[in-house]
């Protein structure tokens, strides 16, 4: 079983930044496939950010060259820096993990608006 705990949502206007951290339980933090998915109203879910176990990073064509995903395996945390936020980032952003199975974290929300 993983838990994971997010932070770092908010309300920021367009072109501002956030960072977004997650912190998860286990053992075998290294070992996790983890990434960033948001859902924003009235839409599906969609994968923005990952790593794989193999460290392969893979981006949503619409955050490349403004959001960056991280891991601190000591601190057993994954960020997501996010850059020059457009209104349409809008939305709850979750935390996932794949290691033996598939954990959300609760979502943290992320409003861009002026």
């Known amino acids: 079983q993983v838990q994971l705990v997010e932070s770092g949502g908010g309300l920021v206007q367009p072109g501002g930044s956030l960072r977004l951290s997650c912190a998860a339980s286990?053992?075998?933090?290294?070992?996790?496939?983890v990434g960033w998915h948001r859902q924003a109203p009235g839409k599906q879910r969609e994968a923005v950010a990952t790593i794989t176990i193999g460290n392969n990073i893979n981006y949503l064509d619409s955050v490349k060259g403004r959001f960056t995903i991280s891991r601190d395996n000591a601190k057993k945390t994954v960020y997501l820096q996010m850059n020059n936020l457009k209104p349409e980032d809008t939305a709850v952003y979750y935390c996932?993990?794949?290691?033996?199975?598939?954990?959300w974290g609760q979502g943290t929300q992320v409003t861009v608006s002026s």
């Open positions: 286990g053992t075998f933090f290294s070992l996790y496939s």
């Open positions: 996932n993990v794949l290691w033996r199975g598939e954990y």
